[in-house]
């Protein structure tokens, strides 16, 4: 077998890019030849925390786009030299979740870059029903790389129910508070983004946003009457519990919040205030594959340029000093770091068609 570079992590802390075989497909799966992979917070947690989702030792990255290279046995759908989005997340088609739709919570869930390796990597196996064709799409690699975060966001978005004409407050913007900005200005809502960083508020207004506010200035509360404000969902991305906390008092009767960041700890919360007021608070996890994917490689379609959430594509040997250390140290210097396994020095991120 052909020796190839891949980012394998060993332990917490312990992150080498070393050879290893270039994998076969087996029935129902494909190799898809990496043409980049996006790095995010669940990845730096892993190297730089503790273990909760990776299997180590693993090849890290469940944000790839490639090629097919070759197909395993019984595959159709797929043939060598599709251009491909991976959905990264496993599930069975059996369970009660899965028979319902809801594959993101299989019982025997597991993605790809954490249980099985993945797409830091020149190569990696991902199964053909979560291997989509986009060859249609026109989008450049560099621009697809972003198709799992986007799914992210448009399942977040389409769990809140938001809906044209509603509005909508997002509270953080850095990481996935980015695209779920573009996920739910595409549903035809009034969006307000609120974040402490001003960079990061431009941003927002690039993607989209009908208003921003610098958080901390004010109460949220006062702040969003004066823009002219009627909330229906919010929601918290920061997973800050300053941030979690004034949405808990923003939030009016019969709204809804969703708190896509993790909390940690146990925050207090007014129960009873929810009961009376009819509050709905809705939890997102990851994607499902079969709606959220198309949508999200659709809204990909529907900017020019994603420069500013990802600017560069990095090789393999700065996915450490470029990618997980400014994701650990809370400073990353773009939204979205892109690795590029066929590379090795930085290059810009292409986004033009
Ligand atoms: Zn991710
Ligand atoms: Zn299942």
Same mark, same amino acid.
Do not use: N, R, Y
């Given at each position: 077998m052909t020796a190839t570079p891949a980012a394998v992590l060993h332990e917490p802390g312990d992150l080498r890019i070393e050879e290893v075989d270039i994998p076969r497909p087996g029935p129902g799966e494909v190799l898809i030849r990496v043409g980049v992979c996006g790095v995010?917070?669940?990845?730096a947690t892993e190297y730089g925390r503790s273990l909760v989702l990776a299997e180590p030792?693993?090849?890290?990255?469940?944000?790839?786009?490639?090629?097919?290279e070759s197909v395993g046995e019984g595959v159709t759908s797929l043939a060598p030299g599709?251009? +491909?989005?991976? #959905? &990264?997340?496993?599930?069975?088609?059996?369970?009660?979740?899965c028979r319902r739709g809801r594959t993101n919570l299989c019982r025997s869930y597991k993605t790809i870059g954490f249980a099985s390796h993945g797409g830091l990597a020149r190569y990696v196996i991902a199964p053909a029903g979560i291997t989509l064709d986009v060859s249609d799409s026109g989008l450049p690699m560099d621009t697809l790389g972003l198709a799992q975060p986007m799914a992210i966001a448009v399942h977040a978005v389409r769990r809140s129910g938001l809906a044209a004409g509603d509005d909508a407050v997002i509270v953080g913007v850095g990481g996935i508070g980015a695209f779920i900005t573009v996920a739910? +200005?595409?549903? #035809? &809502?009034r969006v307000l983004v609120v974040d402490l960083n001003p960079e990061r508020l431009e941003l927002a207004t690039a993607l989209g946003a009908t208003a921003t506010l610098r958080?901390?200035?004010?109460?949220?509360?006062d702040r969003i009457d004066e823009l002219?404000?009627?909330?229906?969902?919010?929601?918290?991305?920061?997973g800050s519990r300053p941030g979690l906390q004034s949405v808990l008092e923003a939030a009016p009767r019969g709204s809804t919040i969703v708190p896509v960041g993790i909390q940690r700890g146990e925050p207090e919360l007014p129960?009873?205030?929810?009961?009376?007021?009819?509050?709905?608070?809705?939890?997102?996890?990851?994607h499902v594959f079969a709606t959220d994917f198309p949508e999200a490689v659709r809204l990909l379609g529907t900017r020019d340029d994603w420069s500013d959430i990802a600017p560069t594509a990095y090789p393999?040997?700065?996915?450490?000093?470029?990618?997980?250390?400014?994701?650990?140290?809370?400073?990353?210097?773009?939204?979205?770091?892109?690795?590029?396994?066929?590379i090795e020095a930085p290059r810009p991120a292409d986004h033009s068609r």
């Open positions: 995010c917070g669940s990845d030792p693993v090849v890290l990255g469940h944000e790839f786009a490639g090629t097919v599709a251009v +491909v989005v991976c #959905g &990264a997340g496993i599930s069975c088609g059996e369970c009660k979740p739910a +200005v595409a549903t #035809g &809502a958080s901390g200035d004010a109460t949220l509360t002219g404000f009627d909330v229906d969902v919010f929601f918290e991305v920061s129960l009873g205030h929810w009961t009376l007021d009819e509050m709905k608070v809705v939890g997102t996890v990851a393999l040997s700065g996915l450490l000093p470029d990618a997980l250390q400014p994701l650990l140290d809370g400073s990353p210097a773009q939204i979205k770091a892109l690795i590029d396994p066929w």
